[in-house]
């Protein structure tokens, strides 16, 4: 057999299927393995690189193969896809992965530990915990308007909610255990969630990139861990504007002939990081129009201009520029300077070339030294 260059492997529960190509770039190597054979075969062959999609148990075995000696990149689904010939099969698959794994361009997500996965599932755990309070809630709020009873908005409804319940003598017997039930779900659920995030803010406290992320206006305890369990590379990215695509915070581009097109955010990326960034901005928005808190100059000009949904998913993209800034450079956030680099309107283009009411925000980098 010629020497193997690279090696696509397409993954699933117990079937593993292989495409390895040698220096002139033809197939030497196809082969279907169970399971079980996959770390026996790779054992016996000479280290070289390894392609895998980035989907479930990936970094398991990206983890595995390194240790064989092997170099393993796992590639996002969506880029591979286009390498993938007419019918979709396991071949065919395997195939796209070896061929897509080769482009200079093509963009690989970074292994993560098994320390990192363990933080992983602890915010993981968190938001399924969270999911299903909500839907508790909401199905007591229900459940309680079919008898009449109405109850606000809110997490701290809830309480008072079955407590007027289970005072209601004209509710019938059968309603009132079942509501009983719920209500000690609800408890159990909300000190279920107690304990995970105490696990959560230690984490966090032991984390120092995940203290200096927490500094930002934006950004608490949550958002900081978040960021720190998910970007296991910083340095993978050109630049914060590559960070905020990459969240899925930047606008859509569909230009064409020189015309801009753009148009909402992409929403690409980790659903659960966006929308975490865009929750904080959203507070800080709404104590901004509400007078309060110091806003910078940007900001104030921001919320007087744009509608706050508008303005908190700018602000989460800033922030998130910002963000990636301090992970790459070790600094902290310097609020200060952050005003500081604001620049009037009217200087920075000519107001004949400037459309009414729309100018550039400042620059996002806005960070000192400790």
Not at 266 to 274: I, K, N, P, S, V
Not at 304 to 318: E, G, I, M, S, T
């Amino acid at each position: 057999m010629n020497q193997i260059i690279r090696i696509g492997i397409d993954t699933s529960k117990s079937v593993f299927v292989l495409h390895g190509v040698d220096a002139a770039e033809q197939p030497v190597l196809r082969r279907k393995l169970r399971r079980g054979q996959v770390l026996g075969l790779f054992g016996k062959l000479e280290p070289t690189k390894i392609g895998i999609e980035a989907c479930g148990a990936a970094h398991h075995w990206a983890r595995e193969l390194t240790a064989l000696g092997h170099e393993v990149v796992l590639l996002p689904p969506q880029y591979v896809k286009a390498y993938v010939k007419r019918n979709k099969n396991d071949a065919a698959d395997a195939e796209a992965i070896c061929e897509a794994m080769s482009r200079p361009t093509m963009r690989f997500v970074p292994v993560k530990t098994t320390d990192q996965q363990a933080a992983l599932m602890l915010a993981g755990r968190r938001d399924g915990l969270i999911r299903r309070r909500t839907q508790l809630s909401n199905t007591i709020r229900g459940y309680a308007a079919e008898f009449g009873l109405i109850a606000a908005k809110g997490l701290d409804k809830i309480a008072p909610l079955l407590g007027r319940i289970a005072a209601d003598n004209d509710l019938p017997e059968l309603a009132k255990e079942l509501f009983a039930d719920y209500g000690r779900e609800y408890t159990a659920l909300g000190k279920h969630i107690m304990k995970i995030e105490a696990k959560l803010m230690a984490w966090h406290k032991n984390s120092e990139l995940s203290r200096r992320l927490a500094e930002l206006p934006t950004i608490g305890p949550i958002g900081a861990s978040m960021l720190t369990m998910k970007v296991t590379d910083p340095h993978a990215f050109g630049s914060g504007r590559d960070f905020s695509a990459w969240i899925g915070l930047t606008p859509k581009d569909h230009s064409t002939a020189g015309k801009m097109r753009l148009g909402v955010i992409t929403r690409a990326g980790d659903e659960a990081l966006r929308s975490t960034l865009v929750a904080g901005a959203t507070a800080v928005i709404q104590q901004v129009r509400r007078g309060r808190g110091n806003p910078t100059p940007w900001l104030a000009d921001l919320v007087r201009r744009k509608a706050p949904k508008l303005a908190a998913v700018a602000l989460a993209n800033k922030m998130a520029r910002i963000a990636w800034k301090l992970m790459v450079s070790g600094e902290r956030y310097d609020r200060q300077r952050a005003a500081g680099r604001f620049v009037p309107p009217t200087s920075r283009v000519a107001p004949s070339s400037r459309r009414q009411g729309r100018f550039a925000p400042p620059a996002a980098v806005a960070v000192g030294q400790p």
